[in-house]
């Protein structure tokens, strides 16, 4: 979650940018619920299966002006409970409890006042410890990078494994402290290796 020092105000840029680690996303049209249902899951998955990041709904990501999301709290109850349920539809589950979900009061540039109900909403995901890969509950993957998400296709979802199960060999060789889940990686990897050599 980004500190408490950071003031957003309404119609004016904020000094974060998009990076690999930020995803920002402008809210259009009257159902900010499920616009912000919709892309949960699949940016909760883009910054678990890379290095953790937040989404901020109510900033536009062409000039990261401040546009806010109106807000009651009903609404905020309710978008609490409903992105809650579409994480936990995550593959492999997940406990819901790691992730945060804040809603950041939006000022007015001229009173420097907060304006009631109108909010930038965030959703935190932290950096995962393991290497393994996420799913949504329709069964996608997704990977952060700079600026964007993008979701893997099948030749790109094999690389990645592979890149990742190397990864896990390469630590189990150099003798670091290996789990049993570290001594099947490096089993499947060195039987590849001998059929492909064969």
Known sequence: MIGKEITF???????LEETRYY???????????GSIQNA??????AFLNAEGGSIFWGIRDTDRVVTG????YKDRDEI?????????????????SIFEIPFHQVFDPDSNRPIENFYVVELT???????????TGSGDAFVKTDGS?????GLQLQAELTKRLSEKV????KGATSSPMDFYFSQVMRRAKLVSSA
């Open 9 to 15: 105000r309404r119609g004016l840029p904020t000094h």
């Open 23 to 33: 995803e920002f996303k402008e809210i259009k049209g009257g159902n900010p619920k």
């Open 40 to 45: 949960a899951d699949e940016y909760a998955v």
């Open 69 to 72: 999301v109106s807000l009651d």
């Open 80 to 96: 609490r409970r409903v992105v809650t349920e579409k994480l936990t539809q995550i593959q492999p589950p997940i406990a819901p």
């Open 125 to 135: 995901v932290p950096k995962m410890p393991t290497k393994g890969l996420y799913f």
């Open 149 to 153: 998400k993008k979701r893997l296709s």
């Open 170 to 173: 390469d630590t189990a060789e």
